[in-house]
T-cell receptor
């Protein structure tokens, strides 16, 4: 079974500053990794995903994430945030055999201050 | 187009009512999902349909009854719910097992359910 730990429940950042949201996972098998964003009163939107290949993955809205197998991490980064990035961010994992079962982390609330 | 639509956006129901949630996608996906999300929590998987057959039921109470009439449509029938069932109900779809090894899920906007 897989598990996901998002190390920060809340991250406050000033506008135009860089941000990193941390995600660690645990699994005994190979996995796919995802970051989803949830804006207030909305569903989840896929930001980016790691399937295989290059460990640096670029997504929408200027976000990127790096897969580190040795540290079992998949941290999300953005070099300069905007007020509109205020949202809940979920890291998720699925194993390559049972890809239909997504396991989510508890979420990180990103708040951008002017 | 990666759009999943859900109706209604909001639903208020009493504990004796019967209601249904509807989810639709026109991406040709062959897998569809229902999730329940409580406030400030991650989504929890309820059901998965693959090729219009129920493939995963995460031990959901029988007062929730899913239905997949065709590959584009997914319903969730609700009956005799409890106030603790109040939550955001999210639908998702994915290409389906065997179509692509990644089977990335795309989510709808959700239905906000309140049980009185």
């Amino acid at each position: 079974a897989q598990s996901v730990t998002q190390l920060d429940s809340q991250v406050p950042v000033f506008e135009e500053a860089p941000v990193e949201l941390r995600c660690n996972y645990s699994s005994s098998v190979s996995v796919y990794l995802f970051w989803y964003v949830q804006y207030p009163n909305q569903g989840l939107q896929l930001l980016l995903k790691y399937l295989s290949g290059s460990t640096l993955v670029k997504g929408i809205n200027g976000f990127e994430a790096e897969f580190n197998k040795s540290q079992t991490s998949f941290h999300l980064r953005k070099p300069s945030v905007h007020i509109s990035d205020t949202a809940e961010y979920f890291c998720a994992v699925s194993d390559v055999q049972g890809a239909q079962k997504l396991v989510f982390g508890q979420g990180t609330r990103l708040t951008i201050n002017p | 187009d990666t759009e999943v639509t859900q109706t209604p956006k909001h639903l208020v129901m009493g504990m004796t009512n019967k209601k249904s949630l509807k989810c639709e996608q026109h991406m040709g996906h062959r897998a569809m999902y229902w999730y329940k999300q409580k406030a400030k929590k991650p989504p929890e998987l309820m059901f998965v349909y693959s090729y219009e057959k129920l493939s995963i039921n995460e031990s959901v109470p029988s007062r929730f009854s899913p239905e997949c009439p065709n590959s584009s449509l997914l319903n969730l029938h609700l009956h005799a719910l409890q106030p603790e069932d109040s939550a955001l109900y999210l639908c998702a779809s994915s290409p389906g097992p065997g179509i692509t090894s990644t089977d990335t899920q795309y989510f709808g906007p959700g239905t906000r359910l309140t049980v009185l």
